[in-house]
Structure formats: C-alpha cells, structure tokens
C-alpha cells in the first residue's frame, strides 16, 4: 500500500516560503495514502495560480490546465474513468472568478471528484491584486488603492445555493483538520468542495495567520451543529461571513451524476472496446433509408 | 420525360411543412430518386415564414435547382415571397381556405386546391400535408401507392385506421388534380432506379460516423445548425455505454473534452462560429498538451450573432488560425454526407494519430440539408488510435521516473498513456514543458519542443486531401471547399456543353494543405477561379499563404444563401 511518500515528488514548489499552499499540499499527500489510494489511481487536475502549479507537486496523473478550467477538465476526466480519484484544485481568482460558474455547475451536476481552493483572498501569481473573495474596504495598491467598493463572495454560500452535496473549509495552519476533511471530502459519493483558508505572506497583509486565527470559527465547536442540516449550514455560513472550518455540510442520499447516466457501465470507458459490430452499424444505417 | 424537377412547399413555421417534405422525399429517396432536400427557416419557434424545397432527380444533384417547378403554398405569404422562383408555366397548388391570389405577369398552372377541407373531411385538418403530396403526385404522374410504405412507417403503430385515413386525404388531393383537366404530362417524372440509399443530413452523417468511430463522449452547448449532431448522439450514445454532456458553455465544451480525452476516451464536440470563437483557448491547450480532440464546426453566417439560421463559409480563418500562439492542427471540410461520414472517421484516426486538435468544418447548407447517398460501406471504417505506450515501455520506467509522454521522436509524435495506468504517471501542463510534463522556460527544450509539435506534418499530405474532376485538359479550373462541390459541378457541365474545357478541384483537407498537389492543377490552368461563401476569399487566401502561386479569379457570394448553379455557370462565362 502506498504512503505518503508515494505521493511526493523531487520538485521544490515555487511558492513563497510561509505560503499557506504547503500545508495544503502536504494534507493533500496525507489524505491520499490514508485514503488507501495509490499514485496511479490519482489524477489532480488544476487551474492557473500560485495555487495551480499543485498538480505538478504531487506524485500522481496532474493536469495543469488553463485559468479557471480546472473543473471542466477534471469532469471530462472522470467520465473517461470513473474508477479514478479525481482532485481538482486551484485559488479563490481561479475557482470564484473566471470559473466560478464552472464551479456552479460542477456542483449542482454532482459528479464524483473532490475541489479543493485554496483561498487567499487576493492574486498572487500577478503580484498582488483584489480578488473576488476580498472583503469590501480591501486596500491593495494594486488594483484598489482606495479600498475594494465591491463586495466579497463567500462561496460556501455559492456552493449551498448550487446544491453540493460535500460543503467543507479548512485553515492552513490546521493540517490535522484538514488532512481528516480532504479524506472525508473523498469518501463522499458525489462533488466535494474544500475551500481552504491559505494565507499568502507576500501580497496580503490583511488576511495573515494571525487575521485567521482571530476570525475563524469551528464549526465542531458549535453546540448541536447538524452538518445534514442545509439550512442550518447556510445560515452559520452568513452568521460567520463564511469564516467556519469543518465539515459544514454533507448530503450523502445525493446520487452521483455517474450513477444516473442512461447505459453508462461499470466498467470505464477507457477500458471499452471501441468498434461496434456490423450488424449495430447497418441497424442503425437502416434509420436514414 | 422530366430526369429532374425542383418543388418547394411553404407556410408558417410550426404548420406541417417539415412533414410534407419528408413524406415526398422519403418515399421518392426509397424508389431510387435522388433527392436534395433544403430548409428555410427563421431563428424563432413559432410562426414566420419556412419554406422546404426538394429536388428529386435521376442522379445525384447536391445543390438548390436554378428555379421551381412546383411551389406548394400553405398561405398567401409562400405565393408572395416565393413565385419569383417558379418557372414559366410552373405549377402552383394552393389551399383554397386562404383565397390564393395568383402571382401577376407570369404564365402559371394555377391549383386552388382545398386542401384543409379535404383534410378535415378525411378525418383531420392536420392532414393536409397528404392531400399536398397526393396533388403533387397527380402533377407528376406518381401513383398515390408510391407512399404508401412511408405511411406504413410512420402510423402503423397508431393503428390501421389512422394509415388508411392519411391514403385517402392523399387519394383525395390526387384526384381532385386530376380531376381539373389541365395538361400536366409535360411534368411526368422519369422512374428512379429503385435502388435503395440513405437520405439523410450532414449533421446526421457527422454523428453517425463519430459513433462508427467509437466516440464516446460528446460534452456540448446546443448552437444552431450544430446542435443535431449532439441530439444524434444523445440518442446513440446511451446504447454503447457513452455519454452527452450538456454543458455550461463551449468553453467548458471544449475543456472537458480534453479532460475525456486524457482520461482515455474518444471524445468529441460540435458547435458553430460562436462557441468556435470561445473554443479557443481550449485548443491552444490541446495543442500544447498534444491531447486530441475532435470538434465540429457548422458554419453559419457571421460575424458575432450575424445570421444564425443562414449559410456562409466564414469560419475558415477562424479554424486555422484562431488560437494565440502557434500550435498545430487537422482541419477537415467534407463536401457532402457520404463524406461527412467517412471523413469523421478518419478525422478521429488522424487526430490521435498525430495527437492535435481536429477540426471538422461544415456549413449550413452540408449540415443541414438532406440528400441522397450510397450505403456506408462499413469495412472502410477502421479504428486507429496511433501511438500508445506498450506494456514494455511501462515497465521499463524505473521507480521514481516518470514517463516520457513528449519523448522526442523521429515522427515527432510520442506514446501516449492513461491514468490508471502503472509506470505511466507524467504531468500535463499549457505551460511549455519537458519530455516527461516538467514546466521549463530552457530555451533549447522550447525549440525542440516547438519544432516536435509544429513539425507533425512535415512532408505530409493526408489521404484525400482533395478531389478532381472533369476535363483532364481544362482550360478552366473551379476550385471550391465543403457545399458548394454539386453547385460547382452542375455549373461545369453546363460550361462543357458550351464548348469549354473545365475542371473541378474540391478542397477536402485545409491543413496540412495539400500545396504541391493543388499546385499541380494550377499551374496547368488558364484561368482559376476559387468560387466561395464569404466576403473576402477565405479559400483563396488560404491558398496564397499555404504557398500555391498562382493567379485566381475569386467568386464569392455572402447575402445568408446557397449559390444556385446559374450563378456559377454566368459568372464563370462572362469571364471570356
């Protein structure tokens, strides 16, 4: 059975020392091997980012795709297979901004692959500007020296009111949390979004370790929270302002997307035999006579 | 004895139009008449003026007659906009409900038919699409029995009564023709030869050879005149395991076939010029990631929204040259349904084989007119899914390595592997890249690998990559792409009666370009003219750039329709 040194590799992330992706990466890696998966089993399909350039750090099949197509791939993926662990990833601009309706669809259509964001708010691979996750007010000499006039999407709200069916977040700083959400978020039978609070050191200084720690709430802490519970979710998502780490939600009666399409098989499509007989050809040749 | 007759029906948009061209094609496709049927329609649901127009004739006709014989007109509006078309003592049947007026100044053989009240008497009002077939069977001297297999087909499942009510409406309108008295033999049809052929759209055929071709998945936005070729598979896929997907937009359409592909299946998307146009950034990516895919593209008239529902040949440039970067690509352009069948297969063999994005341009006219052809000949279909890494090769990648998916190789094209597969883990990346996937900006890694994606067709010309025909020794050479090929033949025939030595050389493939071959033929010309649907001689261009030196005469037509073969035949004419 692999480990979690299987699923390391020689290459040296080109994130910034401190940067909140490691620990993503690492409980990424931990959950994997935990999960019982092997390297050959996993493909990580990513978007453009810091946060993007993951696929190329984990030691399995990656896809480092193009801004803000990570899920689409990742969909086209699964269909050809869906015996693979499919993770896709990326940041907040990537998954909540030019994909964000990707993201959308991705959840309300409920295939079986598990998103994980790493979230930021701000960009960091263009140096610095706001991002769709940036709270109002935001000051970044960048793109709002004033401040962000604009309101900050909190996209557990999204993904609820798209219908997930997996609603959890996580904090850099807690790879233990984290490591134990990624594996459940696997173990579910449908799409699963990991939204993960990972601070960027360089470009903000508004939303540090510290701003997080300060600000985040966990949702185990609150008495008698029922993650089956969407109402509950989205209303603790709104009182938090999306500042809650844990499993938030999780709807597991949903049917994967898989499991509902007419006379597709068990067995993956990769594995098909691709020609079809002559009699089936000439039955359905007969239709246009 | 008429060997070719052109009849149209028209009326309002949701009133039976579509089913009365189907019965008199089907039934005269299934007595070995060929027939070329083309829709008029509008970008509504409801109401507007549509019109079908068939030509039945003894041999392959693949183009819109210069002029109608017949025009059918369910209200006044069909009269109005359509008896321009209608030739000197042509046939005119309309429903006696509506008060036809008869179009001024034109010697015509009127009908008021009532075709309604003969419906409605049968049984329902709903059935004047018979009593239209019946009066034009009358016309043409068909018997009313010619249809009756095509009624057997359509409402025997409704039970007997319901054929036999929809027999008499169409007996009705038979004789009250008939009855009238006028002298009609001048319309008799000569016999088709009985042999038995398809008769179906481009768009049919483009999805019935993707399924031949084992596609498996088709992720898709509907768009107009594309979206038949995903509702074929809709329906097809379910039955070998596959799967449509309908997605959010063509940007995911594009995407998410590259992730399919990847995955290891055969997989393809259809769209027209808009999704082509938000396509692009997809195919960059399957460029540089060297991951095959296979995309339709049926154009209609541009730019932006343009004119949806009609005809052009503007998405060449598009197709070619779309993406940012350089990357290369097999753009495909079949030339009528036989082709749209067999070319998709060999566009998803050669799209694998050379690991490139794979382009299959159609035009409203190919896609969405039905027309006659021979049987698929199923032992032309073979499934060849190029270089993919051995079991060996697998092996011999030693713990820790990855495998080489971009190896530098003679062909310039490397194995390809799977997830799941052991010993085969490699990145992807639209970054560029080393053998094994690794981002790299060394200098000398992008060239080679540069030069290994740009150089896939070096020397390469794709099998049928063109077509000829007509004199040997032609003095004139009409050179066309996709629809036009039946229009540019009817117009050589006519040039050769008159004495001139013509030949006729379609383009099939648009990259690679066959240069060298299509040079030969130019240069051997006295005069070329590239006859096209767009304004600024995309066809021709494309020529010049591809290197084929040459003098040509263009001839383009982009007001939303076909050419009728007339136009051709003048334009080419008056050039002496």
Redesign the interface.
């Known amino acids: 059975m692999a480990t979690v040194k299987d699923f390391r590799n ?2 040296r992330p080109n994130w910034c020392p401190g940067c909140g992706d490691f620990s993503v990466q690492a409980a990424i890696q931990k959950a994997l091997a935990e999960s019982g998966k ?6 990580v ?1 990513s978007g453009i980012g810091c946060s993007g ?1 993951i ?2 750090y984990i ?8 801004h803000g ?1 990570s899920l ?10 869906r ?2 662990t499919v993770i896709a990833s990326g940041g907040d601009g990537d998954g909540f901004g030019i994909g964000l ?2 993201f959308m ?1 991705a959840a309300r259509r409920n295939m079986d692959i598990t998103y994980i964001v790493m979230d930021n708010n701000i960009y960091g691979l263009t140096k610095g500007q706001t991002s769709p996750t940036s709270a109002q007010g935001f000051k970044n000499p960048k793109s709002t020296p004033e401040g962000n006039i604009e309101n900050a999407l909190v996209p557990a709200q999204v993904a609820l009111s798209a219908g997930i069916g997996f609603l959890a977040q996580g904090f850099s700083s807690d790879i233990k949390q984290l490591t134990e959400i990624i594996k459940a978020a696997i173990a579910h039978k449908g799409f699963s979004l990991v939204s993960v609070y990972s601070p960027c050191v360089t470009y903000n200084k508004t939303n540090t370790y510290d701003w997080y720690k300060e600000n985040i709430t966990v949702v185990d802490t609150i008495e008698g929270y029922d993650k089956t519970n969407r109402i509950q979710a989205m209303a603790t998502v709104m009182e938090h302002k999306g500042l809650v780490t844990g499993i938030l939600y999780q709807n597991e009666s949903l049917k994967a997307y898989e499991d509902l ?5 068990e ?4 594995n ?1 035999e ?3 007989s ?1 009699d ?3 039955k ?2 007969k239709e ?2 | 004895m008429l060997e070719q007759l052109s009849w149209k029906v028209g009326g309002q948009q949701g009133e039976g139009i579509d089913s009365t061209g189907n019965i008199l094609a089907t039934s005269l ?2 007595h070995g008449y060929f027939i070329y049927g083309y829709r008029h329609f509008s970008s509504r649901i409801k109401g507007g003026h549509t019109n079908y127009k068939i030509r039945i004739s003894t041999k392959s006709r693949l183009a819109n007659a210069d002029y109608l014989d017949i025009l059918i007109a369910f209200d006044q509006e069909t009269i109005d906009f359509n008896s321009h078309e209608l030739r000197e003592n042509g046939v005119l049947i309309a429903d006696a409900k509506f008060n036809p007026v008869a179009p001024e100044g034109k010697q015509i053989r009127f009908f008021a038919v009532p075709l309604t009240k003969i419906a409605e008497e049968n049984g329902s009002a709903i059935m004047k699409n018979m009593v239209a077939v019946g009066a034009t069977a009358a016309v043409l001297g068909l018997s009313p029995e010619t249809f009756l297999s095509y009624l057997n087909d359509k409402f025997l499942r409704k039970g007997e009564q319901v054929v036999q009510n929809n027999m008499n409406a169409l007996k009705a309108g038979f004789q009250y023709v008939i009855d009238q008295g006028i002298e009609l033999s001048d319309l008799k049809l000569a016999p088709g030869d009985g042999v ?5 759209t481009g768009n ?1 055929a483009c999805g ?1 050879g993707a ?4 596609v ?2 088709m ?1 898709a936005y509907p768009i107009t005149p594309a979206s038949e070729i995903m509702e074929y598979l809709i329906k ?8 449509v ?1 309908q ?3 063509e ?3 594009v ?13 393809c998307t259809s769209t027209s010029g808009p999704g082509l146009a938000l396509m692009m ?2 195919i ?2 399957a460029g540089i ?1 060297e991951t095959p895919i296979v995309i339709f593209d049926t154009q209609r008239g541009g730019p932006s929204t343009g004119m949806p529902t009609k005809h052009e040949q503007s998405d060449m440039y598009a197709a070619l040259w779309g993406t940012h970067g350089e990357i290369q690509k097999i753009v495909v352009a079949p030339s009528n349904a036989e082709e749209c069948f067999y070319m998709t297969v060999d566009a998803f063999n050669w799209a694998e084989q050379y690991q490139v994005p794979t382009i299959i341009l159609t035009d409203l006219a190919l896609s969405m007119s039905d027309q006659t052809v021979e ?2 000949d ?1 032992s032309r ?3 060849d ?1 190029g270089n993919l890494a051995t079991q060996e090769q697998l092996e011999a990648v030693a713990a ?1 390595q990855l495998f080489k998916r971009y190896e530098f190789t003679d062909s310039k094209i490397s194995p390809r592997v ?14 560029e890249h080393t053998e094994v ?3 790299t900006e060394d200098k000398n890694i992008r060239n080679k690998m540069m030069d290994k994606r740009l150089g896939k067709f070096d020397g390469i010309e794709l099998p049928n990559s063109f077509s000829f025909n007509g004199d040997e020794d032609f003095d004139t050479l009409l050179i066309g792409v996709g629809s036009t090929a039946g229009l540019i033949d009817e117009a050589m025939e006519r040039l050769q009666a008159e004495g001139q030595k013509v030949g006729h050389l379609h383009i099939k493939v648009l990259n690679p370009f066959p240069t060298e071959s299509v040079q030969k033929f130019v240069s051997k010309a006295k005069k070329v003219v590239v006859i096209e649907n767009n304004a600024t001689g995309q066809l021709k261009n494309i020529m010049r750039f591809n290197g084929v030196q040459g003098e040509f005469i263009s001839q383009v037509k982009y007001d939303g329709n076909p050419y009728i073969p007339s136009e051709i035949f003048t334009f080419v004419k008056e050039l002496n």
């Open positions: 020689e290459v092997e390297p050959e089993e996993v493909a399909i350039r696929s190329g030691n399995s099949y990656g896809f480092h795709t193009i197509r689409p791939v990742a969909q086209g993926v699964k269909l050809a297979n015996d693979l309706h990707h669809h399409i007419p006379g597709y098989k067995e993956p499509i990769v098909h691709l020609p079809l002559e089936f050809l000439t359905t040749m246009f006579v | 496709n299934r038995e052929r398809l008769y179906l049919d019935f399924l031949a071709a084992g498996r998945l992720p097809k896929l379910p039955k070998v395991g596959g799967h997907l997605t959010e937009d940007i995911a359409a995407t998410m076939s590259i992730g399919a592909s990847f995955g290891g299946s055969r997989v950034e997809g960059g990516l990631t049987k698929f199923f279909v073979s499934i899914r820790g799977f997830p799941g597969q052991k010993g085969g883990i490699h990145h992807v990346t639209g970054v996937g690794r981002p």
